[in-house]
């Protein structure tokens, strides 16, 4: 695949500079602390992501691998983070001023950030960020690694990732409101992969059903005895 070298040059350059300010906040302005750590955590996780696509699975970089164009949802709910953190910041000062708790949600950031990089790394070239819905000849199931211990570690990963962003925001509202909508999505995601899983896996992969969860609470993932008595 050929990759528009200038598009990931300018997308590269705005993820650094925005890490570099963040970093540059997060040190030198109390009032600012929150939204610098915001910042690298924003920047870093979306780099990231293409250099571990460019690292694992060369074959499907695309410039569409910074995911910076996910979805028009994804940013109304990230646009909606700031408004509510620029509100609540102006009219309640002492809400951004918990660092304590800012800084828990650093670590679930990383946390996440971690777990999902250690299942792109895993997965390797099974790794894709669009669900497949044709197997490719070399797609093989993986079940080593944190796939032993969760079926879905990219999307465990991303969910915490998200909520761990509100958190060092300290937006009480978006906290919820994140943690609602990414499980939701989640849940739907997961559904319609292991359809598509199953059908090319069989029984391989509903033995690794019973086995390993999906990772996230409450969610069962497609099971087929399920599918077959809600009809």
Known sequence: MVINL??????????????ATGLYFAISHTS???????????????????LSVALTNPKTLSVDSFILNHSVQYWIAAISSWVEAAIENYFFPGMKSVFWLS?????????????????????????????QTVKSPDHNLVTHGVYHLCRHPSYVGWFYWSVGTQ??????????????????FFRDRIF????????????????YQKRVGTGLPFIK???????????
């Open 192 to 207: 319609a992969e292991e359809m598509f899983l199953i059908s090319f896996f069989g029984t391989q992969y509903l033995d």
């Open 103 to 131: 800084h828990i949600g650093v670590v679930i950031c990383i946390v996440g950030e971690v777990l999902r990089k250690m299942a792109m790394f895993t997965a390797k070239t099974n790794f894709n960020h669009l669900v």
């Open 6 to 19: 200038t598009s990931v040059a300018v997308r590269s350059a705005f993820l650094g500079s925005v890490f």
């Open 221 to 231: 993932g497609y099971i087929p005895e399920d599918a077959w008595r809600s009809h």
């Open 167 to 184: 958190i060092i925001l300290l937006n009480p509202i978006c906290v919820l409101i994140y943690t609602l909508v990414s499980w939701s």
């Open 32 to 50: 600012y602390h929150i939204f610098g750590l915001y910042a690298m955590a924003f920047s870093m996780f979306h780099f990231s992501e293409f």
